[in-house]
């Protein structure tokens, strides 16, 4: 393989069955959030029980987090992922289901609703364990010295199955309503279980199967603390998706504020992940890891920018313009925060390392959605994102001031390290 070849990681086959199955996953996943949010602010049209749709499912993420990070690590990858996507089928059953006629006529308003927030919660039990089986099984699939590249486009593929599952989800419910929307959901999750198999049952590189569980998650939370670019990273990314994350009130901002109906709702959810999949198609051509850390500063600093814009804004097209732009440089901002971690993490540690991430970040998401939701309700929708999108600002430019050393992170002497090994 060429040393800047674009394409390296895409020259191996199961990295492709890999990232066909990622894209089918995110697809459906992200396809759901959207139908769900749509159907559970039909059913209240209160923006706060949106906000408790990422409440359910941070619950069970947070608190199985390490658990499962230390599982992962424990046992084979493939398998282990098959069994999570096979209970995530069950879920998207269960809210097709939910949203039948016969339903619908016969249950009331409430037990439906309660009933979708006890799915969710059980999906956020799952999505503990789907990030550190991701994040470990690709790691086994290419090698080290192509990380970087692999990041690059693993990181595209989730964008791009956001750009389409989201717009596509906005379509749907014009077109077909909620409850044949969730049926295709089903259908993508039973295909991706099928394709995955044509991935081959990968070694366990863990030295200590059977370490005590208490010691193996100290262990991992001890690494990420004193790590600190992968601590530093973790935590920017953090706080910019727990304040800055205006998507959880997109549903209020398409109906009540720039009234544009199911349609313009999926062109606001999809903007920003068609603003960073182009993003990270040019980073695929132009490598970022040369002063890594200065760069992620400002990716996420005009994240902020752009969420403050979105919030004062009441046009729809400078609406979707600042929020293609929030994906933009938070396009940037993945790429960077996934090559780092695959960097700096060792291979039998990915489990537990990924967990601590999801932890930071992945859990942000529905706390954030839960932040929004429950600021939107005590100071207005577009007062609640322009607050979040300010808390954005002041902490990448505290950050900038008193750390120095992850402000001139580089990342070329990892790589060359990797490429040594190999």
Not at 56 to 68: K, Q, S, W
Not at 272 to 286: D, K
Not at 302 to 324: H, K, M, P, Q, R
Request: include cysteine.
């Amino acid at each position: 393989m060429a040393k800047n070849d674009p394409y390296a990681a895409l020259r191996i086959k199961e990295f492709n069955i890999f990232l066909l199955v990622r894209f089918a996953l995110v697809f459906g996943w992200s396809m759901q959030f959207v139908v769900i949010e749509w159907q559970v602010y039909a059913l209240t049209k209160d923006p706060l029980s949106l906000g408790i749709i990422g409440l359910m499912e941070i619950i069970p993420a947070l608190g199985m987090a390490l658990f499962a990070g230390h599982i992962v690590d424990q046992r084979e990858k493939r398998n282990l992922l098959a069994l999570c996507i096979a209970a995530f089928s069950l879920i998207s059953f269960g809210l097709f289901w939910l949203t039948s006629p016969e339903i619908s006529e016969s249950w009331s308003t409430k037990a439906i609703l309660y009933s979708i927030y006890g799915l969710v919660f059980f999906g956020g039990f799952l999505r503990s364990f789907f990030g550190p089986s991701i994040f470990s099984l690709v790691a086994l699939i290419v090698p080290k010295k192509i990380y970087p590249n692999a990041a690059t486009w693993n990181s595209s593929t989730w964008q791009m199955a956001r750009v389409l599952g989201v717009g596509f989800a906005g379509f749907s419910i014009s077109w077909i309503g909620v409850h044949w929307s969730l049926c295709i959901i089903f259908g993508l999750i039973l295909f991706a279980f099928v394709v995955l198999f044509q991935v081959k049952k990968k070694p366990i590189l863990n030295p200590n199967i059977g370490e005590p569980m208490i010691q193996s998650l100290k262990e991992g939370v001890n690494f990420v603390f004193k790590t600190k670019a992968i601590l530093g990273a973790l935590t920017l990314d953090m706080v910019s998706v727990l304040f800055g994350g205006a998507v959880a009130l997109l549903a209020v901002f398409a109906e009540d504020i720039l009234k544009v109906g199911p349609r313009g709702f999926g062109i606001l959810v999809a903007a920003p992940s068609v603003g960073a999949f182009l993003t990270m198609l040019v980073t695929a051509y132009i490598p970022i890891s040369k002063n890594a850390g200065m760069k992620l500063l400002i990716a996420i600093f005009g994240f902020g920018v752009c969420i403050v814009i979105f919030g004062l804004s009441s046009t729809f097209w400078i609406s979707v313009v600042a929020l293609f732009f929030s994906g933009v440089t938070d396009g940037v901002s993945m790429v960077i925060r996934q090559t780092i971690l695959q960097l700096k993490t060792p291979d039998h540690m990915r489990g537990r390392v990924s967990s601590v991430n999801s932890m930071f970040v992945g859990s942000s998401n529905e706390l954030g959605a839960f932040e929004s939701g429950l600021t939107a309700k005590l100071m207005g929708t577009a007062t609640a994102v322009v607050f979040g999108g300010t808390m954005t600002l002041i902490t990448v430019v505290t950050t900038g001031i008193v750390s120095p050393s992850f402000r001139n992170l580089d990342l070329r002497k990892d790589i060359e390290e990797h490429e040594k090994e190999d």
